[in-house]
């Protein structure tokens, strides 16, 4: 399979007309065509129903699409990438971490580092989930990734055993409830069987689900919550907590002014917080810039 077939079939997909598609793509109709039945031979079903007018894609034909879509991306910036590096220029190091980390971590951390000139975040990874990161640093898309970790034991379905990792910081997962317009807590830990406490979760399996999930297992007292929703992202979940619906553990720094003016409060004590390391991963195989950077860590203070 070529990835010209892929790109062919994404401007099928969007012309919705052979000869429209052969024409954007520079070649004869029968050509196009003919790369188009090869592709569906490759894939071993129909991509394109052909009795419509306009065409339109077959069930397996839409989910074609989207990986046509995500690996046509990924070759382009890999592209991009290889013409810096074949022409000489002094790279930017592309650093991925979660939205988080983004607005509330990473600008002074790389200010205290001296990397801002350097170092750019990379804003496509605002929306990934953690194994997104290593799978990235493999395949050359970004140079760094910062993720949050469980500091205590948790059980975790991601590889990182191609990456070297250096710890840059701390962070705690802390409970935080919006407030009654009487001024009281919303909700509280650690709930009962009648009244348990409703909860904005993130996804069981995602990093920081399995995180507090472990931390819960190990107190001693028994918890009692009801999930309301799932989120990925703490963004989303704070505004959900600020609007009065229910509790959920979120970074510290993420909160600190919410906390300070009272708009968020604590949904219990300290023992029910998450500690958390900030890794800053990297892949094995690297270019010079990044190796020079990386040998400056050790003499950080974070």
């Known amino acids: 399979m070529e990835i010209r077939w892929l790109e062919d079939f994404i401007a099928l997909a969007r012309t919705r007309h052979f000869s429209r598609a ?5 070649v004869t109709q029968p050509t196009f065509s003919r790369r188009i039945k090869l592709l569906e031979e490759e894939m071993g079903v129909t991509l394109i129903n052909r009795q419509t007018l306009p065409l339109s894609l077959t069930p397996a034909g839409e989910e074609f699409l989207t990986l046509c879509e995500q690996v046509t991306d990924r070759v382009r910036l890999t592209r991009e990438r290889l013409r810096e590096i074949n022409a000489g220029q002094q790279r930017r190091i592309m650093v991925a971490a979660p939205q988080s980390l983004l607005a509330h971590f990473l600008p002074e951390w790389l200010s205290s580092t001296g990397w801002q000139h350097q170092v750019q975040p990379y804003l496509r990874a605002t929306g990934w989930v953690a194994h997104d990161y290593f799978q990235a640093l493999a395949r050359a898309e970004c140079d760094l990734a ?15 055993s191609a990456c070297h990792y250096r710890v840059i910081g701390h962070e705690r997962l802390i ?27 993130y996804p069981k399996r995602g990093l920081l689900g399995s ?92």
């Open 146 to 160: 910062i993720c949050y970790w469980p500091v205590g034991r948790c059980d975790l379905d991601i590889d990182t």
């Open 22 to 26: 052969a024409d954007d793509q520079h």
């Open 211 to 302: 995180a507090i999930k472990a931390h819960l297992a190990r107190l001693p007292q028994s918890t009692h919550l009801i999930a309301q929703s799932e989120n990925l992202y703490a963004a989303g979940i704070k505004e959900l907590l600020l609007l009065g619906y229910g509790m959920s553990w979120l970074p510290e720094r993420n909160v600190a002014a919410e906390l300070a003016e009272g708009t968020l409060v604590r949904a219990g004590d300290s023992r029910w917080d998450v500690p958390m390391e900030l890794r800053l991963y990297r892949y094995q195989k690297h270019h010079a810039e990044l190796e020079r950077l990386w040998n400056e860590l050790p003499a950080l203070r974070v």
């Open 175 to 201: 409970p935080v409830t919006g407030v009654t317009p009487l001024g009281e807590p919303c909700t509280a830990l650690p709930g009962t069987r009648q009244q348990p406490s409703p909860w904005l979760a």
